[in-house]
Each structure stands twice: as structure tokens, then as C-alpha cells.
């Protein structure tokens, strides 16, 4: 075995190891849990784990190794690469759950009754779906919403349930008669038909299906079995009861398995992972070794261990003891806001000075919110400092109506009854055929149970939706052009395809004639798209992999979140929900919206429930550890919920970090100016008390320090909430150039007003604020001269 050179010596990857994370590397017989707590190394551990089983003489063909992310995959085979050269891991199986089992069910389609070269459904192309069949039912798509039908089928089929077995279980269809959905039973009957008519697989598919053909064909399941002598699973604690079946099923055989996690950081329950998966690793495999990696590599000691104050407090975990040898580091800051809007505005403020006085990027920061929804605030509030920002997880690239529309010529050029696919471009760019005519041949496919390329392919012989001679000539040069497309997929590379298809279809060019803003813009889109195929068809022929369409799409079908960011998109503030962190690390991290009903959120507060609750807390340890040198975490005393104020009760996480590590002057805004109606003080009167039950609303532990805050409660009223009394001047008298104090705001300068009484508008500049549009009648504006 030929390994690779570093400075002309072989180079020792063991040298590279502390001592936890050699045991686990050099252990390579017999079930192995490796507890990686976080920022510990693990992906170091997983890789030289598998450069170890190479020089011990194992075939790279026999290691499988399980990621849940195409980027994570990639970086690990770059490390081996370099460790045992790229020759030997070319041929290792390596990559996500989904992107392994495609390529299994490719090889094994004659078996379970599909085309090798079947689609990939994403959720968009589901959710279409889902939609024709509700509407072809006749079903209010009101009370039968695609995105909840969606859900649905995704559960029943992540814990293999098929159509048959849905239908037959009465505790799932009183579900579904209770959410006033009874026909959902019906719909995931149709929806699995369409797709094999299709010729396609949605994500869960993948799964179902290689779960199936385990199931229902000993003989390839030990197939498998003695393919994958040894098999390495990443973050365990995330998989769901079908990838736990798979892996333990190839498993059975042999027993060299290797899993690495977190219990810790178990945060996707609502997707269907399972914590128990990774916490009864040892009844599974009663002849396993645990190895623990505790070292934290990524964070400074104060974080570390403010983090393992919270997380302690969690009874269902694997006990470990994350240590830092990092800097000592600064105490994390809490702050309270009035508002969720100064929340957003002291956020805001912080990251402004921070990064010019600390010489940060922007793309050191990260906002982590519990939900999407709080991320609004936050843009308006770093726009107002011309902030750069960008949304992880908004729109991905592949899902921009350019991108799905190319995307679905190329589909069509490899899987000609892709009827998603076909719905999409049949008149795109437009060539005469109507929705009307895409109707009749959609139930002409239907009631012949056949593909709607079947259908259109028949014609003029066979006219089964009985269309005119002008539509049906129409039709024929769709479908004489699908055909020429499919001939130069065959006979060409990705690129010289895709971009035959792009100049062909018309696309480029009506995009390009297209000369407003988002018509460059979509053009522009275009050229990145074929940037990259480019870039996957010189990297293919380089390492000796398939270079046709159809591997490329296998690719971008089985994209992550994490896989679609860009490096034009790098130096900027990231906002983020704290599950789209995981994984992720910022030297500098701000978790807002601390607060009951909103972090651990309400659903989790109404059950209060210890499973539920202990997940919550694990997901805020989670959003603690993203962060490398800093972490600020704020809660607002009063927050907009459905148009109305309500006061806010701070989070019970909060009270339950040790008073150790966080900072003492706590009194203070993000800045240090002192704040005497903040609410934080009473997280100090009551750090060291243990946790007990209490009332899911309740953030504190005792009667003692409900009243101290209850206090602070009453200053924060009395000094300006939306009970005060403060009072302010008739607003027929307020003028251009005066000044003026707002309760909220401070004192500030009139601009302007405009307006008729009652009706004025001021236009205020407020040197803490900055400039506000107010409507006097109600902004109760005090004439200070």
C-alpha cells in the first residue's frame, strides 16, 4: 500500500492524534462508539480511522463510510487522498446516506422494478406532485395542504410504512380523520403509483426502497454484507429508524462498525432522528468499546465550560467531560433588550464596533435564532448599518425557476417519463401548447396508467387526448427535440450537453433578451449553472469518474443546505436557524431570542414533556459551541406576537448557566452602558439552585426569584414599557427643529412633518436609534426645546 509524502518523508497521520482520538483510530476490529463531543476532531478521527484500515491492508472497495452531508464526504476523501493517495480513495464507498443507497438501488433496479436511470424527486418536485393528485381528487387544497400531505408520506415512509400497511393501521388514519385529512391514505397510494410511473424516487425513497430490497432479497443483502467488511457511520445521534435498519442489517455479518456522535447534540427528533439509536449502541453490540473524544479544539475554555453547565443538566446522555486547553477566553454576555426590535438593534450595534475595533470579518459573525420567522428584524436592523448578511437556508440556487427550468430539459434528456419534468418545459419556452392541452394529456397518461411521454411519443397514430393537428404538430417538434437531446446525453460529456441543451431550447436567448435587472440576473444564473457543470466534467475525466448528465444530476439532486454555498457569498454576517448551525463554527455567535415559549419554544413548553425539553436544551448547547472566541446571548422583555405586545419571560437556559461564566455586569447592553431596567440581574440571584419542575411559563426556580423579577418588571414599566406612564405633548404643537424624547428611543431632532392633524407624521433622527418615521398621535413625543 502506498501511502502519500509530506516533505519527502511517508507521512504519520498517528503523530497527528492526541491519545483519545489514536485509541479510536488504531481499534479497528469489532463495533466501536466513539462519543465526539464538540469541536473534538472528530472528522480528523474518521479519516485516519479509514487511512489506518488501508495500511493494515484493507481493500478500499470493502470500507463504507456513512456521512449526512456531500461536503463532509468531500473533505474526508481529500484527507485520505493525502494520506493514502488518490489512486486508493477513489475507490472507497464514501458519501451521504442517500447519495450510497441511490447508487446501490442503480445497481440493483431490475430487481425492484425501476430504470437505472430514475429521477430524484426534491421536495418542490413531491409537492407538485402531491398537489395535482389533491386536485385531481377533488379535495380542498385548503384543508389538504401539500406541504402537511408531504410530511406525512415522509414519516410513514421514514419509518417503513408503506401505502399498505398506512391503510391498514387505524391509529394512523385516526390521525389523519382528526386533522380533517382522512384521504391521505389514498393520496400516498397515488403518489407512490405516479412515481413509478415517472420512473422516480423522492429522498425517502431511497431509504424505503434499500430497506425493501434487504428485506425482500436475502441474497443481495449478504451480498453487501460481504462487500463492506467495515463500515463508519457519522453523527449517529441524526439517524432516523430506516438508516438505523440499513446500517445494522450490513452490519450483521461482520461487526467492524464505527460510529461517531454526540448524543449531545441529538437536535432533528422532528425529522425523524433518534437519540436512542446512539445511547443503545451498547445493547446493540454488547461487545463494543467506547472511545470519548473531550477535548475541545474549536472554543475558548469559558465557552466549553459555560456549554457543559447547560448541558448537564440533561438526564438521558452518555457522561463525558468536554475539556478546553484554549484560551481562557471572555465570560459569555447576557443581555436584555426592552423590544425585540432593539434586540435587533443592539445585535446590530455590536457587530458594527466589534469587527472594527477587533479587525473581525463579517463573516466571523453569526445571529442563530430559534425560528425563521425572527430572522426579519435582524435584516432591517443590520441593513440600517449596511451590514453585509445572508440567510442560510433561504432559496437554494437548483430551486431558482431558471435553474428548475434547465434542470428539468436535462431531466427529460436522460428520463423521458419524468412527468414532473415534462409538465414544466412542454411550453416553456412557450410553443403553443396550453394548460388545457397538458390537462387532456395528463388524464389520457393517468387513465392508461402509463407516463405522459408515452402518451405524446403515440402520436399522430395513436391520439389517446384527442387533440387538433395544429397542437399535435406542436407536440412533434417537443418531442423530436427531447429526442435529439437524449441522443447527444448518450454520446457527449455533461457540459457539452448541458450547453447544447441551454443554446437549443432557447432558453440563453430569451433570458439574455430579457434586459431588465432580474432578467440579467436569471442569465447570469444560467452561466453560473453551466460554471459548474463544466467544473464536475473536467473533475470526472481528471479522477477517471462518469462525465455524463446523468451523474451530474444524480449530484445536484442529492445536494445539503451546507453543499449550495457559494464563495461569493463568504464575507458575511450569517443569519440562521440554531438546527442549520449544527456542524457549523463562527469566532463570533449572538443567540437571540431567549426567551420561554420562544427558546425552548412553545410547542415544547406546553408539553414540558423531559424527552422534549432535554432536546431543546440540547439544541441551545448546540447553538452555544458554534462559537470559537465569543458568544452574546439576548432576550427581549416585551415581543410582537400576531400584532399584539406581550411581555416576555427570559428562558429558563438562561438560569441555568453557572454564574462562573458569565459575565457579572450583566446589567449592561452589549456595549456596556449601563442599563438599570434590565431584567438579567435576577439570572445571578439564582445561577446555583438546582433545577426542579415547575410550571412550563415559569422561568425561575423560586418564589424568591419570581419576585426579584417581578421587580425589575415593575422598574421596567414604570421607566418606559408599554404600560408607562410616560406621557408626551399635544402633537399639534411639535415642529420642525425642535427637540424631543421618545420613551424608547431617547432624545432626538425633528426633521420634518408632514401630514394632516390627526394624522402627522415626524421625521426624527435619534442619535441612539438613529432616524424614525413616527405617527404623532400615537408616539407620544415629549418637547424637550
Known sequence: MCFGTKGGNVLDYLKELNEAQ????????????????????????????????????????????????????????????????????????????????????????????????????????????????????????????????????????????????????????????????????????????????????????????????????????????????????????????????????????????????????????FRGARIENILNFKNDYPEHKVFKLEQNYRSTQMIVNAANSIIAKNKRQIPKKVFSENDAGKPIKIVSALTDNEEGFLVAQEIAQTQLRDHYQYLDYAILYRTN????????????????????GGLSFYQRKEIKDLLSYFRMAINTDDNEALKRIINYPARGIGQTTLSKLENAAIGKEVSIWIIVTALPDVNHANLNRGTVAKIMKFTDLIGRFQKLARESDAFETAKTIAEQTGILKELYNDKSPEGLSRHENIQELLNGIQEFTISAKEEGEPDKLERYLEDVALLTDQDNEKDEDRNKVTLMTVHSAKGLEFKNVFVVGL?????????????????????????????????????????????????????????RFLEELDAKFVDNQSTQDF???????????????????????????????????????????????????????????????????????????GEGKVLNIEGIAPNLKATVYFPRAGQKQLLLKFARLKIKG
Open 671 to 745: 456595549s456596556g452602558n449601563n442599563r438599570q431596567n434590565t431584567t438579567s440581574g435576577s439570572f445571578q440571584q439564582s445561577k446555583q439552585r438546582q433545577f426542579t419542575q415547575r410550571q412550563p411559563q415559569s422561568a425561575f426556580k423560586t418564589r424568591e426569584s419570581q419576585n426579584i423579577f417581578n421587580k425589575k418588571l415593575v422598574s421596567l414599566k414604570q421607566s418606559g414599557g408599554s404600560q408607562s406612564t410616560f406621557e408626551g405633548d399635544d402633537p399639534t404643537k411639535i415642529q420642525a427643529g425642535m427637540t424631543v424624547e421618545h420613551q424608547r428611543f
Open 22 to 269: 489514536h485509541e479510536a483510530v488504531v481499534r479497528t476490529e469489532g463495533p466501536s462508539l466513539v462519543i465526539a463531543g464538540a469541536g473534538s476532531g472528530k472528522t480528523r478521527v474518521l479519516t485516519y480511522r479509514i487511512a489506518h484500515l488501508l495500511k493494515q491492508g484493507a481493500r478500499p472497495s470493502s470500507i463504507l463510510s456513512l456521512t449526512f452531508t456531500n461536503k463532509a464526504a468531500r473533505e474526508m476523501k481529500q484527507r485520505i487522498a493525502a494520506v493514502a493517495g488518490e489512486n486508493v480513495a477513489r475507490y472507497l464507498w464514501m458519501g451521504t446516506f442517500h447519495s450510497i443507497f441511490a447508487r446501490i438501488l442503480r445497481i440493483e433496479h431490475e430487481t425492484i422494478g425501476y430504470p437505472s436511470n430514475y429521477t430524484i424527486y426534491d421536495s418542490a418536485d413531491s409537492k407538485s406532485l402531491i398537489k395535482t393528485i389533491i386536485k385531481s381528487f377533488q379535495h380542498d387544497d385548503k384543508v389538504y395542504k401539500a406541504g402537511v400531505v408531504a410530511s406525512r408520506i415522509s414519516m410513514a415512509k421514514n419509518n417503513l410504512i408503506t401505502p399498505v400497511v398506512y391503510a391498514n393501521t387505524a391509529e394512523i388514519r385516526s390521525v389523519d380523520k382528526n386533522m380533517r385529512m382522512p384521504a391521505i391514505s389514498e393520496i400516498y397510494k397515488e403518489y407512490t403509483k405516479r412515481c413509478r410511473l415517472s420512473g422516480a424516487m423522492d429522498f425517502d425513497d431511497l431509504l424505503l426502497n434499500t430497506n425493501l430490497l434487504f428485506r425482500d432479497h436475502p441474497d443481495i443483502l449478504e451480498k453487501y454484507q460481504d462487500r463492506f467488511g467495515y463500515l463508519l457511520v457519522d453523527e449517529y445521534q441524526d439517524t432516523n429508524y430506516a438508516q438505523y435498519l440499513i446500517i445494522k442489517k450490513l452490519a450483521a455479518k461482520h461487526k467492524n462498525i464505527c460510529v461517531v456522535g454526540d448524543d449531545a447534540q441529538s437536535i432533528y427528533s
Open 595 to 651: 426567551e420561554e415559549n420562544l427558546f425552548p419554544s412553545q410547542r415544547q413548553g406546553e408539553k414540558a414533556t423531559m424527552e422534549s425539553l432535554e432536546e431543546e436544551r440540547r439544541l441551545f448547547y448546540v447553538a452555544i459551541t458554534r462559537a470559537e472566541e465569543n458568544a452574546w446571548l439576548s432576550f427581549a422583555t416585551q415581543r410582537y406576537r400576531w400584532g399584539n405586545l406581550d411581555f416576555c419571560t427570559p428562558s
Open 373 to 392: 420567522a425572527q430572522s426579519r428584524i435582524f435584516e432591517e436592523s443590520l441593513r440600517k448599518r449596511n451590514i453585509p448578511y445572508k440567510i442560510y
